[in-house]
């Protein structure tokens, strides 16, 4: 007997979510922030802009 798990696009979207929001970008963007000052809040802002207009365009 062949079972076929399938993943809905809800639940693949949570798990890119979830990957995106881990401790380590969190604490990686909060660095950047404490290291660049200003210039590093405008980068992780862009980034966080930027991520779901490439998640979405494909």
Not at 16 to 22: E, L, N, R, T, W
């Amino acid at each position: 007997m062949l079972l076929v798990a399938t993943i809905t696009g809800l639940q693949n979207g949570l798990a890119i979510a979830g990957d995106y929001m881990s401790a380590a970008s969190f604490l990686g963007i909060s660095g950047l922030v404490f290291a660049s000052g200003f210039d590093g809040l405008i980068y992780s802002i862009g980034f966080l802009v930027g991520w779901p207009i490439i998640l979405y365009s494909c």
